[in-house]
């Protein structure tokens, strides 16, 4: 029996995916695996049953991967199962930076209890709500992978040229691109000539501050930014400074911060992305999948801790091994009865799928210098 605790409301659609041999709720005990959305682990006692966590999103900061990584507990989340949510709520960002709707709506919610005038001051009073089409305007899309494709894809449909950049765009991901689309080297070439940018890249050291002074100064005079990625990927304090200069039109961001609420030129939207039910469903049913192909196969997909292994099965016993350090030859060297082995690592940490022809040599992997944790399938 196979003990999933879940963290926040998980879409029974995923749920039900996990059959007779689970045991799901929020408030189960010793847990083989977990299924998490928003909540943070980062001050939860990982139990020694623990082996899986499964993030029914993109994001992954909630969880202490490195944490996990160290007590072999494989951290998945489910690219591209939200993308479609992300991709419309960034086009209506996109339309909304430009047409002043949301200034409209406010200002039409003052002319209440002006009776059989209403109409005639909401259209003279129409005019201080004049906005760009974003027809024929260039879009700069900062990160092609699940989301920005789709986006990217959105706009060509709706007119725009787009152009965009990404340092590991797959070949894969290349091919799905609408071929008006142009990818550009660096990031520089992208904001320099877009009227607007949208960024969809991960938070990391190398990706914070992304949009800061420096870069707002060599994009066009009136651009409007789009962030639905990641607090932390935009510098607030730069960008509130470039709209009081009439640099910056309009920032659009569903991260809300202190610093930019009720600011002038800023819309700021709660974090609804994934917010709608076939997203939650669709992240619900990778999660769970991904994780019933670990427990009960061995296989990793989409772990953003270990590395993805999949292998079919070839002998009586399957031995799931995490470990750290290149030590690949001394585990498969401990196993008597080997059949076929898949290796692979990511960073320091890695994960070796071994299928033998009996469960006798476990001691011998547990004891190998760097095997963090070794768990056998019959």
């Given at each position: 029996m196979y003990n999933v605790l879940t963290l926040n409301k998980i879409s029974p659609k995923g749920t039900s995916r996990l059959g007779a041999d689970y045991n799901v709720g929020d408030a189960v005990e010793n847990p083989t695996a977990v299924m998490v959305r928003s909540a943070s682990m980062h001050d939860m006692d990982m139990p020694e049953s623990l082996l899986a966590i499964a993030r029914c999103g993109a994001g992954t900061n909630n969880i202490p991967k490195d944490v996990c990584a160290d007590k072999g507990i494989v951290v998945f989340n489910t690219p591209g199962a939200n993308a479609n949510a992300v991709k419309e709520l960034v086009l209506a960002g996109l339309l909304l930076s430009s047409r002043k709707v949301v200034e409209g709506i406010e200002w039409a919610k003052t002319l209440k209890g002006n009776g059989d005038a209403v109409g005639k001051m909401a259209e003279k009073g129409k005019g201080q709500f004049v906005g760009?089409?974003?027809?024929?305007?260039?879009?700069?899309?900062?990160?092609?992978?699940?989301?920005?494709?789709?986006?990217?894809?959105?706009?060509?449909?709706?007119?725009?040229?787009?152009?965009?950049?990404?340092?590991?765009?797959?070949?894969?991901?290349?091919?799905?691109?609408?071929?008006?689309?142009?990818?550009?080297?660096?990031?520089?070439?992208?904001?320099?000539?877009?009227?607007?940018?949208?960024i969809h890249v991960p938070l990391l050291p190398d990706t914070k501050d992304l949009i800061?002074?420096?870069?707002?100064?060599?994009?066009?005079?009136?651009?409007?930014?789009?962030?639905?990625?990641?607090?932390?990927?935009v510098n607030c304090a730069a960008v509130l400074e470039a709209i009081k200069s009439g640099k910056?039109?309009?920032?659009?961001?569903?991260?809300?911060?202190?610093?930019?609420?009720?600011?002038?030129?800023?819309?700021?939207?709660?974090?609804?992305?994934?917010?709608?039910?076939?997203?939650?469903?669709?992240?619900?049913?990778?999660?769970?999948?991904?994780?019933?192909?670990?427990?009960?196969?061995?296989?990793?997909?989409?772990?953003?801790?270990?590395?993805?292994?999949?292998?079919?099965?070839?002998?009586?016993?399957?031995?799931?091994?995490?470990?750290?350090?290149?030590?690949?030859?001394?585990?498969?060297?401990?196993?008597?009865?080997?059949?076929?082995?898949?290796?692979?690592?990511?960073?320091d940490f890695g994960y070796a799928i071994v299928d033998a022809d009996d469960d006798a040599s476990v001691s011998a992997l547990e004891a190998v210098d760097g095997v963090i944790k070794v768990r056998v399938i019959k």
């Open positions: 760009p089409e974003i027809l024929g305007k260039t879009l700069g899309v900062v990160g092609l992978g699940a989301i920005g494709i789709l986006v990217a894809n959105s706009a060509a449909a709706l007119g725009m040229k787009v152009v965009g950049y990404d340092p590991f765009l797959s070949v894969n991901n290349a091919l799905k691109l609408d071929p008006s689309i142009t990818v550009y080297p660096t990031v520089d070439d992208v904001i320099t000539q877009s009227d607007y940018v949208t800061d002074a420096e870069a707002i100064a060599k994009m066009k005079d009136g651009v409007r930014i789009l962030n639905f990625s990641r607090d932390g990927l910056v039109s309009k920032y659009v961001t569903d991260f809300a911060t202190d610093d930019v609420l009720a600011e002038d030129g800023v819309i700021c939207l709660p974090h609804l992305g994934a917010s709608t039910p076939e997203s939650e469903e669709n992240c619900a049913v990778m999660a769970a999948d991904q994780i019933m192909e670990y427990l009960e196969r061995g296989n990793i997909v989409n772990s953003v801790n270990y590395p993805n292994v999949t292998m079919a099965k070839s002998g009586a016993v399957r031995y799931c091994v995490l470990f750290k350090g290149d030590i690949v030859k001394d585990i498969t060297a401990a196993v008597s009865t080997l059949k076929a082995v898949e290796a692979k690592t990511r960073g």
